[in-house]
């Protein structure tokens, strides 16, 4: 096996396991800002939460090309 699919099956299983252990503290914060809807801390909290998604897209973006670059010198 070459080396491009080891890196990309490692960012693919590191970056899984990054989301899924800060979801849980995300789910607190958004309980959080439910409660505390007009509170300063809800605010920094939904930045966060904002930054959490954008970041989980990004690396599913980059995991998707990874994944089509490794296909694409394997099969091309």
Known sequence: MDLLLWI???FIIIGFVVLTSMK???ESKLAFIKANKEDEESSKK?????????SATAWGL??????VWWFHNYFG
């Open 8 to 10: 990309t099956i490692g």
């Open 62 to 67: 980059v995991s998707m090309f990874l994944v």
């Open 24 to 26: 849980k503290g995300m």
């Open 46 to 54: 939904a930045k966060s939460i904002i930054w959490w998604i954008v």
